[in-house]
């Protein structure tokens, strides 16, 4: 029993060091690794070098799928150039497979040595996530050998040898245990690495092997599948491609099974190299005979897989759950919600002025009830971002989250602005069929154009970063207040020379140049951090020569 106790932690080893390592990795690369595969579309051979590239570091073809699913879905690349990647990543999982099949047993300790030292002194920083893929790293390859040691016991055992006598040699069984073991692990490489091991140890047949491996490959298409099942048409696309070259390619190796296996003991000699070999045998060849088919796939595919004819109010939905296991992509999709967001508020903010001039009562509350959407995606992507775990995201990363979060933030507090500021209008010039004087029209009309060029501004700013434009949005939080401050004097001026017009509308005009100031506070609020970050901003706005003379006549408290 001890010995079976053994297997099943170092099998639990080997699944939770392949997931460390994808991980850190995804933690440390995730945008390098992004911009690879975004920069690699223009040729079928690029795209294949780029998947076998990025996979190779990262250890997953389901992960790679994802990253370059999210691509599809935001159209930025073809579907043909999308499926030649994937064909280059499940070559990158298998070379990882070969690799370690070489005797690295002198390098477990040294990794994990060095990856905890790393992460213990560092552990917020890059070097810190880079020890944890060491540790990772080790703790795989300590697994394989723990695997070896605990099998020893039970290949001498006789009732194990007896039921392995007895297992059925029914290949069709065996592609289907891989392909479940590869789901429930989340790992084809760890079901590859743990079949050549159980096969070298005589505790799994080699025939046996060979269909757990086509099972394994199979079993990492269906798990892409699984990941995306309520992703966008788009973006399923490609793991239903890559899933079609998995069967095709099974159907066709099953009958040559005997073949291949007889001469693979011809040329290899020993039955751990014989099983990861074929695991990389099986991809290339995969590679080779549908690289040039990934065209007419991808066409298949857009007729098959079509996207449901769009209503008014159906979208894109950019809170992917599949991407939160990859924290830079989680951040990117955040962003794409927030800039929504953001354009909801526009239309409400542009809705004021026909409302004001019109007197539309029916478009008022239309755009009332878009605060309640406004809300909703507040919500929305506030949960959304409490998922990504904040220890998983670099420094930059980590300030990108607070920035998300302040914005939607802001526009939420300027739709609930935005809403009180329509109901006034309503009760206070639409019912009493008041009007503003044109003095007081022209200058309210004019801070509501400064206003949505201030948010078309600060968007850019959220979206870009660039400093120039944060200070450009900081300028115009102090030329508001000096407009605030002089329409409103301008209107105190009028109502000393009796404008009727003005003294009917006057609390409502304040009010309304005071809310939209306070609207434009909550836009220029984007600046600050990207200004904060370039270290461009002062401790006060107080100037020291104003303080001093204050500072002398205040007397010491007693």
Same mark, same amino acid.
């Given at each position: 029993?001890?010995?079976?106790?053994?297997?099943?932690?170092?099998?639990?080893?080997?699944?939770?060091?392949?997931?460390?390592?994808?991980?850190?990795?995804?933690?440390?690369?995730?945008?390098?690794?992004?911009?690879?595969?975004?920069?690699?579309?223009?040729?079928?051979?690029?795209?294949?070098?780029?998947?076998?590239?990025?996979?190779?570091?990262?250890?997953?073809?389901?992960?790679?799928?994802?990253?370059?699913?999210?691509?599809?879905?935001?159209?930025?690349?073809?579907?043909?150039?999308?499926?030649?990647?994937?064909?280059?990543?499940?070559?990158?999982?298998?070379?990882?497979?070969?690799?370690?099949?070489?005797?690295?047993?002198?390098?477990?300790?040294?990794?994990?040595?060095?990856?905890?030292?790393?992460?213990?002194?560092?552990?917020?920083?890059?070097?810190?996530?880079?020890?944890?893929?060491?540790?990772?790293?080790?703790?795989?390859?300590?697994?394989?050998?723990?695997?070896?040691?605990?099998?020893?016991?039970?290949?001498?055992? =006789?009732?194990?040898?007896?039921?392995?006598?007895?297992?059925?040699?029914?290949?069709?069984?065996?592609?289907?245990?891989?392909?479940?073991?590869?789901?429930?692990?989340?790992?084809?490489?760890?079901?590859?690495?743990?079949?050549?091991?159980?096969?070298?140890?005589?505790?799994?047949?080699?025939?046996?092997?060979?269909?757990?491996?086509?099972?394994?490959?199979?079993?990492?298409?269906?798990?892409?599948?699984?990941?995306?099942?309520?992703?966008?048409?788009?973006?399923?696309?490609?793991?239903?491609?890559?899933?079609?070259?998995?069967?095709?390619?099974?159907?066709?190796?099953?009958?040559?099974?005997?073949?291949?296996?007889?001469?693979?003991?011809?040329?290899?000699?020993?039955? +751990?190299?014989?099983?990861?070999?074929?695991?990389?045998?099986?991809?290339?060849?995969?590679?080779?005979?549908?690289?040039?088919?990934?065209?007419?796939?991808?066409?298949?595919?857009?007729?098959?897989?079509?996207?449901?004819?769009?209503?008014?109010?159906?979208?894109?939905? +950019?809170?992917?759950?599949?991407?939160?296991?990859?924290?830079?992509?989680?951040?990117?999709?955040?962003?794409?919600?927030?800039?929504?967001?953001?354009?909801?508020?526009?239309?409400?903010?542009?809705?004021?002025?026909?409302?004001?001039?019109?007197?539309?009562?029916?478009?008022?509350?239309?755009?009332?009830?878009?605060?309640?959407?406004?809300?909703?995606?507040?919500?929305?992507?506030?949960?959304?971002?409490?998922?990504?775990?904040?220890?998983?995201?670099?420094?930059?990363?980590?300030?990108?989250?607070?920035?998300?979060?302040?914005?939607?933030?802001?526009?939420?507090?300027?739709?609930?602005?935005?809403?009180?500021?329509?109901?006034?209008?309503?009760?206070?010039?639409?019912?009493?069929?008041?009007?503003?004087?044109?003095?007081?029209?022209?200058?309210?009309?004019?801070?509501?154009?400064?206003?949505?060029?201030?948010?078309?501004?600060?968007?850019?700013?959220?979206?870009?970063?660039?400093?120039?434009?944060?200070?450009?949005?900081?300028?115009?939080?102090?030329?508001?207040?000096?407009?605030?401050?002089?329409?409103?004097?301008?209107?105190?001026?009028?109502?000393?020379?009796?404008?009727?017009?003005?003294?009917?509308?006057?609390?409502? +005009?304040?009010?309304?140049?005071?809310?939209?100031?306070?609207?434009?506070?909550?836009?220029?609020?984007?600046?600050?951090?990207?200004?904060?970050?370039?270290?461009?901003?002062?401790?006060?706005?107080?100037?020291?020569?104003?303080?001093? =003379?204050?500072?002398?006549?205040?007397?010491?408290?007693?």
């Amino acid at each position: 029993m001890i010995h079976l106790l053994n297997l099943l932690a170092a099998i639990a080893l080997l699944v939770w060091g392949t997931q460390i390592v994808r991980t850190g990795i995804l933690r440390v690369f995730g945008e390098s690794l992004r911009h690879v595969l975004a920069m690699s579309m223009g040729s079928r051979v690029k795209a294949v070098a780029a998947g076998l590239a990025v996979t190779s570091v990262v250890q997953s073809s389901t992960a790679t799928c994802l990253i370059v699913s999210s691509f599809l879905g935001r159209n930025l690349v073809p579907l043909s150039a999308a499926l030649a990647v994937m064909l280059g990543a499940d070559m990158g999982t298998s070379l990882m497979a070969v690799l370690f099949s070489f005797d690295l047993s002198w390098l477990s300790p040294f990794l994990i040595f060095v990856g905890v030292v790393m992460f213990i002194t560092r552990e917020k920083t890059t070097a810190g996530r880079l020890g944890r893929v060491a540790i990772g790293l080790g703790l795989i390859l300590m697994s394989l050998q723990l695997i070896g040691a605990a099998t020893r016991p039970l290949t001498e055992s =006789p009732p194990v040898r007896a039921l392995l006598v007895a297992l059925p040699n029914e290949v069709l069984l065996d592609i289907l245990v891989g392909a479940a073991f590869t789901v429930m692990s989340y790992s084809s490489l760890a079901i590859v690495l743990l079949t050549a091991t159980l096969a070298a140890a005589a505790i799994v047949p080699a025939s046996v092997a060979l269909g757990l491996v086509l099972g394994a490959n199979l079993g990492s298409g269906l798990l892409a599948v699984i990941t995306t099942a309520k992703a966008p048409v788009a973006e399923r696309r490609l793991p239903m491609g890559n899933l079609w070259f998995k069967i095709v390619g099974c159907l066709m190796a099953i009958p040559m099974l005997p073949w291949v296996h007889t001469q693979l003991q011809q040329w290899l000699g020993t039955v +751990h190299q014989q099983v990861v070999v074929f695991h990389l045998a099986f991809n290339v060849v995969l590679a080779l005979l549908f690289v040039g088919i990934t065209g007419p796939l991808a066409r298949a595919l857009e007729r098959w897989m079509q996207a449901p004819s769009s209503t008014g109010s159906t979208r894109p939905k +950019h809170l992917d759950p599949s991407a939160l296991a990859t924290p830079s992509l989680a951040i990117s999709c955040a962003a794409r919600e927030a800039l929504h967001q953001a354009d909801v508020v526009e239309t409400m903010l542009r809705g004021i002025h026909p409302v004001i001039r019109d007197n539309d009562s029916a478009l008022a509350e239309r755009l009332r009830q878009m605060d309640d959407l406004v809300d909703a995606l507040y919500t929305e992507i506030k949960l959304y971002l409490t998922q990504v775990s904040r220890e998983a995201l670099s420094e930059r990363e980590g300030r990108r989250w607070a920035d998300i979060m302040s914005f939607t933030i802001n526009m939420e507090q300027i739709g609930d602005i935005i809403e009180r500021v329509l109901q006034d209008i309503e009760d206070k010039k639409i019912r009493p069929a008041r009007r503003f004087s044109d003095a007081g029209m022209a200058e309210i009309f004019h801070l509501h154009e400064r206003l949505i060029a201030n948010l078309r501004l600060g968007m850019s700013v959220f979206l870009d970063g660039h400093v120039r434009d944060a200070s450009r949005l900081l300028e115009e939080k102090a030329r508001f207040r000096d407009l605030e401050h002089e329409y409103a004097a301008s209107h105190i001026a009028r109502l000393q020379v009796q404008t009727a017009q003005s003294i009917e509308t006057s609390s409502l +005009h304040l009010d309304l140049i005071s809310d939209l100031k306070r609207i434009n506070s909550h836009i220029c609020s984007i600046a600050y951090p990207i200004l904060e970050s370039a270290g461009a901003l002062t401790p006060t706005r107080i100037r020291h020569s104003a303080l001093t =003379p204050l500072s002398d006549n205040v007397e010491a408290p007693r």
